[in-house]
């Protein structure tokens, strides 16, 4: 396999070029975009594409790699030369691919975007953002809730002051079982925003009659201040859509 061919690139390509010649052909024949047959078509050529760039990312194996190359012909004047740009076209930054991620998401491609929020983290981890929004598309793929709280956790690590994040901490924490923790992130979000819906509290319950008192009905029940459980579940309630 010559990997300059697979990428598209001269074999006197700066590392610049190569990387943006790889995102570039890695989206297009990306295989979430493909079904059937054209599918495996494009696994083949994504995995190859993927090898191509694994080779010429070491600038060791890259050298003995141009010095195997044929000369290429002298152009007889400038003009006939192909044009070089800095950047090869394709080349995405990480927000770029953030974007790509939450359009196919709320498109309902959910498996797309989570392979694009996965391919901007890895190029940059430093976003909250990226991971809130990866945490989204977990909770609705439905699997592992621990990888959805690790992606959340991460978030209010890189910004504590995402109220969100924290609101979807406490809840899942409460359908773990987990109330004091659930607890603290309620706490930390109300400290945040504490006018937020997701936030409100419950009415102050009403004070018990004295037994026989004035206005204490027959047969009612005085009113309990409700517990830590008692508010986890009206929250958990509240971010569930069953509140």
């Not at 621990?146 to 409460?174: M, N, W």
């Not at 603290?184 to 945040?192: F, G, I, S, Y």
């Not at 925003?193 to 004295?210: D, F, G, I, S």
């Amino acid at each position: 396999m010559n990997p300059f061919e697979v990428l598209e690139i001269p074999a006197d390509a700066s590392n610049e070029d190569i990387k943006a010649a790889y995102h570039r052909l890695a989206k297009q024949w990306h295989p979430d975009r493909y079904s059937g047959k054209e599918k495996e078509a494009a696994e083949a050529k994504f995995r190859e594409l993927a090898e191509a760039f694994s080779m010429l990312k070491d600038p060791g194996r890259r050298l003995t790699l141009q010095q195997q190359q044929p000369a290429r012909p002298q152009a007889p004047t400038p003009a006939a030369a192909p044009p070089r740009p800095q950047e090869m076209a394709g080349e995405r930054s990480p927000e770029d691919w953030a974007t790509m991620a939450r359009e196919a998401f709320n498109d309902g491609k959910v498996d797309q975007a989570r392979a694009l929020i996965h391919y901007a983290i890895r190029m940059d981890g430093s976003k909250a953002a990226y991971h809130a929004l990866l945490a989204g598309i977990l909770e609705q793929e439905g699997g592992d809730v621990r990888a959805v709280i690790k992606a959340l956790e991460t978030a209010v690590r890189l910004d504590p002051k995402d109220v969100e994040s924290h609101i979807k901490l406490a809840g899942h924490f409460h359908g773990l079982g987990m109330a004091a923790r659930a607890q603290r992130h309620v706490d930390l979000a109300r400290e945040l925003a504490p006018n937020h819906p997701k936030l409100r509290k419950h009415r102050p319950p009403q004070q018990p009659q004295a037994h026989g008192g004035k206005g204490q009905g027959k047969g009612k029940t005085p009113v309990v201040q409700p517990g830590l459980m008692d508010q986890l579940k009206d929250l958990w309630g509240r971010l569930t859509g069953r509140g």
